[in-house]
Structures are given as structure tokens and as C-alpha cells.
């Protein structure tokens, strides 16, 4: 995309959660591998799709990037600058560039404030706009971007009275006030009707021409990725298994576990119904990883070496890795 | 694709009204005039987005509505037996040992105080369909591994299980009494992928081992064109459209089913651009006048505000319900999902 500073580079991410133990004499301590050595740039204005079943550690990862979990290990550098560790005013500065888009419109928005006081909050606690005058127009104008039009419209209800396309469009609102340099947008759409996704994701897709906004995009769903985002990540078991641009991934998958994710996404069109490969069995405890390469107990084309050594994360074709021993 | 035509009928819907009473308020027309036919070892798939009277149906067919629901009209024939005009007792008799039924959300379905096996053999006991207590057990074991569940795990508990599991458990306390019919209200929506592939698979292997006839509840258009053989689409209590699956995906004729396939992504096109379609769903006690999807119609016209279109039939195997179909105009294919796609395979 483009030469210049990534806006947000990861290095080696790792945050584990320990586990309590179950007896008095348990010796070992034991830890959920929620994260485990995750590296990946963001560049300015891109889209990047992270996609992987539940439990495979995205919304950790997500959590850690926005400094809601501390990283056990690892660097995150906020437009070049080291913000791992960041705390107080650094923190909550660093804070208003990365805004969060949630899951669930119907729980995230407090059903006892209106919709101007719940776009102006954020304002308030960053202390950004101190006259009602001032914090009005940045609210009108956000609720105007994320297409809540004419926005007086919207300001004195309540989200009880909002279908839930036009809460999420709150939700998001919510995060533009800031003007955040970047969205990290988790499943934003999955509790959403059909008719009603694709109005979201062109909105973001239009944020980012617009006003430059890089989006991380986290969903199981390949499908809705397909269409807005400039490259993919693929996760398993607290691990990227394989990263490149959307169509390079989609035409020609290099991981295994890829693989099996695309054959098994439903393709609405009874004369394409296809060879699937399905997955037996279920993702392992990410307590007890298995041994060398964590996806060998369900890849279908395992070797024994594979149980022996972890593979290496390489660059297959140009801009495209992955980590396997078999391509 | 597999041919259904000569298989005996087993379920058919007529004409069936379901309204939902709320007092000091007008009634609302949950379902209005729906009309289907199932056979035996057919998969139907009841797709719509939420609000659009699924759920209802599903509930009306099992005459398991709540308290403030009310059938007004219809037939629901099973087998030659109009199961709206049995008792209570007899309705009783047909649930579970003909119809029975795969709940929405399996994480919450299960008693989470009993252990599996006991959940599944209740079933069996509730309905007679075994007494013995030791052939009980037996059934259940064939249960279990009938859905790929090893016999051991019978004494574990829900929350042993993982989510996959659940809804197995779930499709095998369906089958305790070995139903003709199986009504499968999203049962693989809060699922991953992976898994719900494992689930579509299990289901379609029960249909052919078994000769089970599904109706496939869903809002995921991906899993109809991979699971079912013939579509009903409805929108605010009524049938869009009702045709082969074929049909629905690849010549639909209603706007409302063409949006729809617009707005669903598809991974095999993904340059395309996904359209939404504007507005939202009707309010069931604040019905447009005329045609239910006008106000979010493309192709709108004069008479679609005033009058309700009924259901027309294009050939012997596909409905319409819109006032352009009726006039034989046949909207033009561009707007199409698959222009030009007729040909492939």
C-alpha cells in the first residue's frame, strides 16, 4: 500500500492468562495462550481483516491494542512511538486516536441517555470540547458522518426508539467524535439483518476514504470481509497462520486451516455447492498447546515433522506469508 | 440435485393466519396467508430477516405459541390429520414422535442441572415412546453416536459439552422419537463456521440415513443454497416468494428476494459491490396498506401502495407475491443476482 510509518506495528505480542489452579498441590502454573507471539503492521488508511473462529485470541488481541490487557510480552508502537506501557494522560491520549467499535448495538448504548448525550460523552471524558456550543457541532457532525441524517433528527431520542442498523450507526458515532485515527472494529455487524450489513461496512468503507481512518477488522465471517478489506489476517489458537491481500488469500490459500476456512464458508448459490473440508473435532485447549506446529492434531495434510518443529513465518510469495512446513 | 417430486407429501400448510393479540392495541398479522408443502425427505428452507415471522410459524405448526398468539385460520395437514383441529392431548401425541423440533440457541436449550443422556431420555419417557428404563439407555447411547457423540460422555453435564455438542445433543433429543418431520430454527447460528459445517453435514446425513423431511429455519442465504431443496422467503408475515432452490438463487422474481441476494456477500464475488437494501422491516401492528415491501421496493409503483398482491403462481412450482409478476412485465434480469450465469454448471 504505501512506504511510509505504519500507524500501528506489533512486535511479538504475547499475553497469556494465567489459570487458577485446580488443587492445592498443583505445581505448575498453567496459562491460556490467548496471544502467542503475534506480529503484524497496520498501515494509514488500510483495512485489515483479522478472521478466526471464537477463541482464537482476535478480541484479546483487539483488548491488548487498546491497552484493556496488559501484553505479557511483546511492543506495540503507536505511530512509531512505544505505547505498551503508557499509563495516565499518555495512555488516555493515545486512547482517543484508537476508538472501538463493538459487537452488540443493543447492549453497548445506555438506554437512559439520549443519543446526543452518548455521542458527547466521550468528548466530556477526554475534556475535548468545553462549551455546549463546540460539542454540538462535533456531535452533530459525527452522527452526520456515520449517516444518522439530518442528525437534530437523532440527538434528543433514545436508542430504544432506533432499529439496530441506526444504533451500531450510533456506536459508531460514538467512536468518530474523537476523530481516532484508527477503528478497531470487532464483529461489527454479525448481530445486524443481511439487508441491513452491507450499509454498515460500505460506511466504513467510506470512512476510510474519507477521512483517512485505518480499521482493524475483526469477524469470523470471510464472507463480509471479502468486500472491504485490503488485506487478511488469518488467526488460530492465538497465532497469525497466515496474512495477505484480500485476493491473493481468497484465490489462493496458502495455510491448511485457510483452506479449510474458505471451502467451508457457505456460498449462496446452489449450482457452486462444493467439496468442503471440514474440520473434525474441535479447536484445542489453549492451555496445552500441542506440540510443533499447533494445527497438526486437525490439518489434513500433517507429516510427522510437523509434530516436531513449529514452523517458521515466511513470506511464500511477495507480501504473502504464512507458517507451515507443507508450502 | 435430488429429485423430490414423486416423494409422498407429508406436511402441508394452507392458507394459515397467526395474529398476536396485545390489548388496547390492533392486533398484529404476524403471519398472513402462508401456504407451503414439505415431502418426505425434503429440506425447506423458511429464510427472512428478523421480525419477519419465522419463529411464528415455526411455533403455529407446533401449536406451541405463547399465551397471547392466536392461529385465526388455516389448515396444517400432516399426513391427512389437520393438526389445528386435534386436543391439546392429541397434538401432544404428534409432537416429538412426528413433528419435533431443534431449538434456536443451543448454549441455553439444555437444563444445565441434569446430566445429557437424562435430558434425552426424558424425551423418549415423556412422550411413551420406550418405558423400559434399560432399553431407555440403549436408545440414547444410539442417540449419542447417532449425532457423533461417544456413549461415554451420556453422564456429563451442558456445560462439560462445547457449543458444537450441545447442538448435537440438541439434534438427537429431536430424534428420541424418531420423527418424520424435524423443524430446525437456526440451528447453526451461533456457531463458527467450521463447526456449523460439521452440523449442515450431520443433518444432511440424518436426512438421507433417516428419510427425514427439515424445514430449515435460517437468515443465512449461504446455508439455504447448501442445505435445501426448496425455499419459501418471507417478509413481514408473508410469502415473497416460494420455489425451488434453484429458482430462488438463480431466476428470483421478487424485488424483495433479488435485494436480498444483493446484500449477501459471496465469497465467490468478491469484487462486487454489496448493496443494502434502504429502510427496515415492517412493524407487524403498523402494516403498510398495500404491498408489505413498498416502502423499500426499487421498483415501486402506483398500485403497490394501494392494494395487496397475492401470491401468483409463475409456473407450477414457483410463487410470486407482487403486483409486477402479476402483470407479466417480468423484472428486467439485470437486477438479477447471476446475469448471464444461467448457462454453468
Redesign the interface.
Known sequence: MNQQQPIIEVKNLRKLFPVQKTTLWDKEEKFVHAVDDVSFVLHHGEVLALVG??GCGKSTLALTLMNLETPTEGQIFFEGKDVTHLSGKALQTMRRHIQMVFQDPYESLNPTMTIGDIVAEPLVVHRLAPNQQERDARVVQALEDAGLKPASNFMHRYPHEL?G?QRQRVVIAGALVLEPKVLLADEPVSML???????I??LLASLRETRGISVLFIT?????V??FADRIAVMYLGRIVELGE??AV?ERPLHPYTK???S??????????RE?I???G?TPNPINLPRGCRFHPRCPVAQPHCQETDPAWREIEPRHFAACHEV | MRSLRQAPVLLEVRNLNTDFLTPGEAPAHALADINFTLREGEVLGIVGESGCGKTTLMLSLMRLLPANGRITSGKVNFMNTDLLSLSEREMGDVRWKNVAMIFQGAMNALNPVHTVGRQIAEAIIQHNYITDQKLVTDRVVELLELVGIGAERKDQYPHQYSGGMRQRAMIAMALACNPQVVIADEPTTALDVMIQAQILELLAKLRDKLGLSILFVTHDLGVVAEMCDTVLVMYGGVTAEYADVDTIFNTPQHPYTQELLRAFPDLTRPTEKLVSIPGYPPRLNALPPGCRFAPRCPHVFERCHGERPSLHPLNGRHFASCHLVESESTISPETSKFPGKSGEK
Open positions: 473462529e471464537s432499529s442498523g439483518d443481511v439487508s441491513i450489513r452491507a450499509e461496512l460500505n469470523h465471517d470471510l464472507g463480509t471479502a468486500y484480500t485476493l481468497l479449510a476456512l474458505l467451508v464458508m457457505p456460498v449462496p448459490n446452489p449450482r457452486l455447492r468442503r471440514i474440520l473434525q474441535e
